[in-house]
C-alpha cells in the first residue's frame, strides 16, 4: 500500500496541496486541544522548548531532501 500511497500523491498533489493539508492538520489538532480539557491541560504543562524541539527535529528530513539535496 505504501508503494501505491507514494504512486499516487507523487502525481496528483502540488505543493500548495501538501502546503494546506499540512494547515488542515495543524487546524484540526487545535480543534481537538481546544474541545478536550485534558489536552490542553496537559499542553500547558509541557515546557514549550520541548514542542520546539520536537517541531525542529520532525521538520530536518523533509528540509534537508527539499533544500539541500
Known amino acids: 500500500m505504501s508503494k501505491w500511497l507514494k504512486k499516487k ?3 496528483k498533489m502540488g505543493v500548495w496541496d501538501i502546503a494546506l493539508t499540512k494547515f488542515a492538520v495543524a487546524a484540526f489538532v487545535l480543534f481537538i486541544i481546544t474541545i478536550w480539557p485534558t489536552a490542553m491541560t496537559w ?24 533544500y539541500i539535496k
Do not use: D, E, G, M
Open 43 to 66: 499542553v500547558h504543562s509541557v515546557n514549550v522548548w520541548y514542542f520546539l524541539a520536537a517541531s525542529v527535529i520532525f521538520a530536518a528530513r523533509p528540509f534537508y531532501r527539499f
Open 9 to 11: 500523491s507523487k502525481k
